[in-house]
C-alpha cells in the first residue's frame, strides 16, 4: 500500500510541475510588469519623492484595474473547461456499454485532461485574485506612507511658522 500511495505522490507532482509551469508561462507577460513597479518600491520606499510615490500609485492601481479584467476572463474560462468537461463526460457515458459504474469511470477517464485544463484556469485565476489583492493592500500601503509625508511636511511648515 505504501508502494501504492507513493506513486500517487509521484504521478500528483509530476502533474502539478506541468500544469504549474503553463500556468506561470501564462501569467509571466502579465506579472513581470507589475512585479518590476513592486521592485521600485522595495528597493527603497523612502528614498522616494512624494511624486514619485503618487506615480507609483497610479501605475500600480491601473495594473489592478487590468488585471482584474484578465482575471475575470480567467474565471469564465475555467468555467468553460468545466462545461466543456461535463459534456464530452456525458457523451462518453452515453457510447459505454456498461454498468452504470463502468460507464462513469470510463467517462471520467476520458475527460481527465479537461478536468486538468479546468484546474488550470482555476489556478490561473486565484493567483490573479490573490496578486489583485495584493496590489491594492500595495496602494493602500502607499497612500498612508503619502498621508504621513504630507503631515510631517504640514508640521515643519508650521513650526517654522
Same mark, same amino acid.
Given at each position: !500500500?505504501?508502494?501504492?500511495?507513493?506513486?500517487? %505522490? *509521484?504521478?500528483v507532482e509530476l502533474t502539478y510541475g506541468e500544469v504549474i509551469? @503553463? /500556468?506561470?508561462? !501564462? %501569467?509571466?507577460?502579465? %506579472?513581470?510588469?507589475?512585479? =518590476?513597479?513592486?521592485?521600485v518600491i522595495g528597493e527603497d520606499i523612502n528614498s522616494l $519623492?512624494? =511624486?514619485?510615490?503618487? *506615480?507609483? !500609485?497610479?501605475? +500600480?492601481?491601473?495594473? #489592478?484595474?487590468?488585471?482584474? &479584467?484578465?482575471?475575470?476572463? $480567467?474565471?469564465?474560462? #475555467?468555467?468553460?473547461?468545466?462545461?466543456?468537461?461535463?459534456?464530452?463526460?456525458?457523451?462518453?457515458?452515453?457510447?459505454?456499454?456498461?454498468?452504470?459504474?463502468?460507464? /462513469?469511470?470510463?467517462?471520467? @477517464? *476520458?475527460?481527465?485532461? &479537461?478536468?486538468?485544463?479546468?484546474?488550470?484556469?482555476?489556478?490561473?485565476?486565484?493567483?490573479?485574485?490573490?496578486?489583485? =489583492?495584493?496590489?491594492?493592500?500595495?496602494?493602500?500601503?502607499?497612500? $498612508? @506612507?503619502?498621508?504621513?509625508? !504630507?503631515?510631517? #511636511?504640514? +508640521?515643519?511648515?508650521? $513650526?517654522?511658522?
Amino acid at each position: !500500500m505504501a508502494k501504492n500511495i507513493e506513486s500517487a %505522490l *509521484d504521478q500528483v507532482e509530476l502533474t502539478y510541475g506541468e500544469v504549474i509551469e @503553463i /500556468a506561470n508561462q !501564462m %501569467l509571466e507577460s502579465i %506579472l513581470t510588469p507589475i512585479n =518590476d513597479l513592486i521592485s521600485v518600491i522595495g528597493e527603497d520606499i523612502n528614498s522616494l $519623492s512624494l =511624486d514619485q510615490l503618487k *506615480d507609483l !500609485m497610479w501605475k +500600480l492601481q491601473y495594473k #489592478a484595474y487590468v488585471l482584474s &479584467e484578465v482575471k475575470e476572463k $480567467s474565471s469564465l474560462k #475555467a468555467e468553460l473547461a468545466e462545461t466543456i468537461q461535463k459534456e464530452k463526460a456525458a457523451q462518453r457515458f452515453m457510447e459505454v456499454d456498461g454498468t452504470a459504474g463502468a460507464k /462513469a469511470n470510463m467517462a471520467l @477517464i *476520458d475527460t481527465s485532461e &479537461e478536468t486538468v485544463v479546468q484546474l488550470l484556469y482555476e489556478n490561473v485565476s486565484s493567483q490573479l485574485k490573490t496578486k489583485l =489583492d495584493q496590489l491594492h493592500r500595495l496602494v493602500n500601503v502607499i497612500q $498612508s @506612507i503619502l498621508m504621513t509625508r !504630507m503631515q510631517e #511636511a504640514k +508640521l515643519s511648515i508650521s $513650526s517654522m511658522e
